[in-house]
């Protein structure tokens, strides 16, 4: 009796597994089919995906604007939230920064805070992409804090947006890799940063020197005793 309630429970157990496995397949055919046949694609401008909008083989950083695969990317992107052709000047993002779309979008949490890379595999690499914008168009799906937000431009006079990357304890510029900085927008950082320190619009901590006034002053020097 016992063997025969076994055999009838496995019977039933495998033709349920076997019911499901069906309908899974059946399922993902169909899936795959509307793949196929759908020619639509929707993309999000600021998407942490890792889908790529320029084609397999990157475009050289520094190649020019008149080169085919550019100007196939800017044709097809130009007038959507990933046009970058547009200059914005720097007071209209000292604005921007003091508007409520600003606090809407960021809070009270800086700019580079609820980022995230996207990257392959388990590990970041330890530099992060060379630029995010090619042929004036955003040619990633995750671009960097400053890439994906048209209005926030690096100046030297743009002081609330330099602050954001300075460390309020050391002082020091945080890192691209905490920021999540592609390489362009770091160095224009860095650039800016230092012509900000230079007219004096930011405060630094000067590094303190000991001088030995003795090479300077002999009422410094310690009298020399020669034995007689």
Known sequence: MLRLAIAKNCNFFSKTLATNVDQTIAVNRFANYLKKTSNV?????FSLTTARF???????????????NVHKLYKKYAGTPRDRSKIIPVETSIEY????????????????????RVHKGQLPKSKT????????????????????DEFLVLDYRNLQLLKMFISPHTGDVLSYQQTGLCQKQHTRLLVNIERAYDLGLLEYEVPHREFDYADYYDVYKKPTFQPK
């Open 41 to 45: 694609t929707s993309h999000r401008p």
């Open 54 to 68: 320029c084609e397999a083989n990157e475009e050289k950083e520094g190649e020019e604007e008149g080169d085919e």
């Open 97 to 116: 920064l003091k508007s409520a779309a600003f606090q809407s979008t960021y809070g009270d949490k800086k700019v580079w805070e609820l980022y995230r």
């Open 129 to 148: 992409r060379k630029t995010c914008i090619r042929g004036n168009v955003i040619a990633t799906g995750s671009p960097c804090p400053i890439c994906r």
